[in-house]
């Protein structure tokens, strides 16, 4: 099974149907309903995906469309333990980006799936891009 870790940004891509990334970042998201992998995100990154998503959307169906995501997909916690080990890694620069990384480890994820791949230079996860999971996992 392949664990997969949503960053903020690939779930910005899903809500507000941003093109060329939503031909990619939604077939991503569609593995949550394939026995063959999990996919994960954090709070902190629905709560930056809700942002998006109501600044386009209105709040009404923003928050439509995060539940309907929530349903799908497993929400990987930031607990004590992330916070004080992003405090702590001196690798790591920026929190939110420490955050979200050791969200991704606590639950064993595989890979970190963001545009963003420079951000998690600190990580010992794999870090892709949109396009680079499809090309790695998805192609055959």
């Given at each position: 099974m392949v664990r997969i870790f949503l960053d903020a940004n690939v779930l910005v891509s899903v809500l507000n149907k941003e093109y060329p990334l939503f031909t990619y970042s939604s077939r991503i998201l569609s593995l949550a309903s394939n026995p063959k992998f999990?996919?994960?995100?954090?709070?902190?990154?629905?709560?930056?995906?809700?942002?998006?998503?109501?600044?386009?959307?209105?709040?009404?169906?923003?928050?439509?469309?995060?539940?309907?995501?929530?349903?799908?997909?497993?929400?990987?916690?930031?607990?004590?333990?992330?916070?004080?080990?992003?405090?702590?890694?001196?690798?790591?620069?920026?929190?939110?980006?420490?955050?979200?990384?050791?969200?991704?480890?606590?639950?064993?994820?595989?890979?970190?799936?963001?545009?963003?791949?420079?951000?998690?230079y600190f990580s010992e996860i794999e870090v892709l891009d949109c396009k680079g999971f499809f090309n790695r996992y998805l192609l055959d």
């Open positions: 999990e996919v994960y995100t954090s709070p902190m990154c629905l709560a930056i995906a809700f942002y998006f998503a109501e600044k386009k959307h209105k709040t009404a169906l923003a928050k439509h469309k995060i539940n309907l995501l929530c349903e799908h997909i497993h929400i990987a916690e930031n607990l004590t333990n992330g916070v004080l080990n992003t405090l702590n890694n001196k690798k790591i620069h920026d929190f939110e980006d420490g955050l979200e990384y050791y969200a991704a480890k606590e639950v064993e994820c595989n890979c970190i799936v963001t545009e963003d791949t420079d951000d998690f």
